[in-house]
């Protein structure tokens, strides 16, 4: 497997270019099975998740095209999907369990074929997860579900039809699929308690352009309008908020000073609130973000929650930061369950962080020391990858394929700012 090595110490100086969101990237690009015209995205990250998805929707029938490959250029960052000749309507276990988002398909194919077979999901072992309230969800827009040998099997023959869908408790997942699903269900649909992350709002816009009725969108409540059919259209994804907090704490963390290009100051707030109260300087100028390390770094308490509240995959991010922060921080975790598995890892390196139960708390230390340790999933990796850079000494990190479903060429970002950074490909 590859690994990231790493000699910290070095104070990061230098402009980044933000990526296209990957989690809303991979809801977008589901969305072309409700259509047979074509759909384009633009600014699509390039990110083994994002192939994953590929995978998919051509193993489902979808044509797709990404226009070249490469360092950043706009035609690279092109995905074109026509879904006109869908004939498989299985998503299979080894596909699926390589990414949770996979589940994504099962709105969109049942809703426009009155079919879906998908494997149970996998991804970052980070918590239970549960898909329960994909499938009440589509059960009260009228389809019927089945499970047998590790596959959600869903059937609506005489189509979906509109229903009012109350969640329980906030599931982007959950609030996607739906979405998706009554774009075409007959009737309205009002679905309460839904997620409101930036995200869900892009999926949203998009599907309006193609002729979808939705309302609400940014808000807790999302009506719907079922229509009979979707059309083409071309979106661009938005900007990585989690990628934007990632690099600005880079710069904090190595007392450095980072430029970060194509982020959205409304989405990116609550991110950079948490981060100036530790110890930086954000300013913006449009769609550009400076970020600088300001004075000495303090400790600060962090809950993370539901947008808009501070999100959970900032959190082992903004831990790497807090264990070099001067006093105690507690960190409350309340959306997953297994997600301080990056905290033994961070303590092999000088942290000192204990954990009970959803409640972090994080004495600070002086500095990092380098040390071999394992990423255990996506942003656990971040977070070693942040302290690696202002260790002393050299830091290897092992199982970095994480780090690639969700960071496009993270390694050469950080090297252009005056990392010194590089990858072992093994």
């Known amino acids: 497997m590859d690994k990231i090595v790493i000699h910290g110490g070095q104070r990061l100086s230098g402009s980044v270019r933000i990526s296209g969101a990957k989690n809303a990237a991979l809801p977008l690009m589901a969305a072309s099975l409700l259509t047979k015209d074509e759909i384009e995205l633009d600014n699509v990250p390039q990110l083994s998740d994002i192939a994953t998805m590929s995978h ?14 490469g360092g950043y250029d706009a035609l690279k960052h092109r995905v ?24 994504l398909v099962l709105g969109p194919l049942l809703a426009r074929f009155g079919r879906a077979e998908v494997s149970m999901p996998g991804g970052c072992a980070i918590g239970t997860r549960p898909i ?83 309302s609400g969108i940014g808000t807790s409540i999302l009506e719907i309008e079922g ?51 530790v110890g930086a300087s954000i300013t913006y100028d449009g769609n550009i973000v400076k970020v600088s390390a300001h004075g000495h770094r303090k400790s600060i308490d ?29 960190i409350t975790e309340n959306i997953f369950e297994n997600r301080y598995m990056h ?43 942040l302290a690696g850079l202002s260790a002393s000494g050299e830091t290897i990190i092992n199982r970095v394929y994480h780090l690639d479903r969700g960071y496009e060429k993270i390694e050469d970002k950080l090297a252009k700012c005056g990392a010194k950074i590089y990858r072992v490909i093994s």
Do not use: W
Not at 348 to 371: C, D, E, P, W
């Open 56 to 69: 998919l929707l051509i193993n489902h029938g979808v044509k797709l095209s990404i226009c070249g490959t």
């Open 80 to 103: 074109i999907l026509k879904a006109d000749t869908i004939t498989n309507f299985r998503a299979p276990y080894d596909i699926v369990r390589k990414m949770r988002a996979s589940v």
């Open 132 to 214: 329960d309230m994909h499938l009440k969800a589509m059960q009260a827009l009228g389809a019927e579900i089945y499970l047998h040998d590790g596959y959600i099997e869903a059937v609506a023959p005489n189509g979906l039809h509109g229903a009012e869908i109350n969640f329980e408790v906030v599931s982007v997942g959950a609030t996607e699929n739906a979405l998706m699903a009554a774009t075409l269900a007959s009737g309205k649909t009002i679905i309460r308690n839904a997620a409101m992350e930036p995200e869900i709002g892009d999926l949203a816009t998009l599907l309006n352009k193609m002729g979808a009725k939705i």
């Open 227 to 277: 229509v009979l059919e979707l059309h083409s259209a071309k979106h661009p994804v938005i900007f990585d908020r989690i990628e934007a907090g990632t690099y600005a704490v880079a710069a904090v963390i190595t007392g450095g000073e980072l430029t970060l290009e194509n982020v959205d100051p409304v989405f990116f707030s609550n991110i950079a609130d948490k981060i100036i109260e």
């Open 302 to 330: 962090l809950v993370t929650g539901p947008y808009p509240a501070f999100p959970t995959d900032m959190q082992a991010q903004l831990m790497a930061l807090l264990a070099i922060s001067e006093g105690t921080s507690t």
């Open 343 to 385: 905290v033994p890892e961070l303590n092999r390196m000088g942290a000192n962080i204990i954990t009970k139960g959803g409640v972090a708390t994080v004495q600070g230390v002086s500095h990092f020391y380098g040390a071999e340790v394992m990423a255990t999933d996506l942003r656990a990796s971040s977070s070693l990858v």
